[in-house]
């Protein structure tokens, strides 16, 4: 699946403000894996309706 705009919205806010350590994008799912240094979002998946969320949390 393509990326679709939502998901770039949030993929360009975190690199504007450089907070995206690392994104892997799921052509089958079409999701967004990411990584940043925050504490709070460590590990998310960015859905296709640009919805945020988080795992990884222990």
């Not at 679709?4 to 999701?31: F, K, M, P």
């Not at 940043?36 to 969320?53: C, D, H, K, R, W």
């Amino acid at each position: 699946m393509e990326p679709i705009e939502e998901q770039y919205l949030v993929i360009n806010a975190l690199e504007a403000l450089n907070l995206l350590v690392w994104r892997l994008n799921d052509e089958d799912t079409g999701y967004w894996h990411i990584q940043t240094p925050s504490t709070v979002l460590p590990l998310a998946t960015i859905l296709q309706n640009g919805e945020v969320v988080t795992f990884g949390w222990e």
